[in-house]
C-alpha cells in the first residue's frame, strides 16, 4: 500500500481554521484519499474522502493537490470536539491501513 | 442515524479460552470488517467481509480467528484460543461503499 506521511501533532485554537497536511508522492490512480480521525476512548469515525477533486462535507473540506500527491484536511473552525487523531489513508481495495497520524490539540 | 453497535463492551477471559464478540452493522450495508488496536499502538485491519465470504485478511488474522455472518443483522468475531497478546480493543465497521463506520469497540482482556 502506498505511504502517507502526516506530522505527529498540531495545535489549534478554538474557532480558528484549521489545516491539517498530508504526502502521498507514491499514489497510484485507483488510490482514494481517507481521513478519519479517532475522539480519545472513542473507535475512529469517518471525516471524508475523495480521489481527484476538492470534497466538501458538514464535517471537513478536503484539498487535493493537482498532481495528487498531497493533500489538506481543512477543518473551517475547530472546537473542543475536534480534539483527535487524524488519520490520512490511501485506500483501493477494503482494508483500511492506519498509521499514527496527526494529534490535533484544540486549545480555548 | 444509524450506527453500529458492538457486544460486549468489555470481556475478560482466560488464557486458551474462545470468545466471541459481536457486531450489528448498518442495516444496509453490505461489507463488514474487523480491526484491532492493542493499547497505545495503532488501528489493525484483520478482515474484510462480503457477500458471505472473507474478501481480505491481513496476516494477524490467522488460523485462530473466524468470522461469520449468522443471520441477516449479526456479524461476529471468534477467537478460539486466547492468548495474552489478543488483549487489544477491538473494533467492527460496516460500509455500503467507500465510507467505513465504526462501532464503539470491545475490550477484550485476555489473563
Known amino acids: 500500500d502506498a505511504k502517507t506521511t502526516q506530522p505527529n501533532s498540531m495545535e489549534s485554537n478554538e474557532e480558528e481554521p484549521v489545516h491539517l497536511p498530508c504526502n502521498h508522492s507514491t499514489i497510484s490512480g485507483t488510490d482514494y484519499i481517507h481521513w478519519y480521525r479517532q475522539l480519545p476512548s472513542q473507535g475512529p469515525e469517518y471525516v471524508i474522502h475523495g480521489l481527484t477533486s476538492n470534497v466538501n462535507n458538514r464535517m471537513a473540506s478536503l484539498a487535493i493537490a493537482e498532481d495528487r500527491k498531497s493533500s489538506t484536511l481543512i477543518l473551517h473552525r475547530a472546537t473542543l470536539r475536534d480534539a483527535a487523531v487524524y488519520y490520512c489513508i490511501l485506500n483501493s481495495g477494503y482494508a483500511l491501513n492506519f498509521g499514527k497520524g496527526t494529534s490535533l490539540l484544540v486549545t480555548p | 442515524e444509524p450506527e453500529v453497535t458492538q457486544t460486549p463492551s468489555h470481556q475478560v477471559t482466560q488464557m486458551g479460552q474462545e470468545v466471541i464478540l459481536r457486531c450489528v452493522p448498518i442495516?444496509?450495508?453490505?461489507?463488514f470488517y474487523w480491526y484491532r488496536q492493542i493499547l497505545g499502538q495503532k488501528v489493525e485491519f484483520l478482515v474484510s467481509?462480503?457477500?458471505?465470504?472473507?474478501?481480505?485478511k491481513s496476516e494477524i488474522f490467522d488460523d485462530q480467528f473466524s468470522v461469520e455472518r449468522p443471520d441477516g443483522s449479526n456479524f461476529t468475531l471468534k477467537i478460539r484460543s486466547t492468548k495474552l497478546e489478543d488483549s487489544a480493543m477491538y473494533f467492527c465497521?460496516?460500509?455500503?461503499?467507500?465510507?467505513?463506520?465504526f462501532g464503539p469497540g470491545t475490550r477484550l482482556t485476555v489473563t
Open positions: 465497521a460496516s460500509s455500503y461503499y467507500h465510507e467505513q463506520y
Open positions: 467481509f462480503y457477500n458471505n465470504e472473507i474478501s481480505e
Open positions: 442495516s444496509n450495508h453490505l461489507y
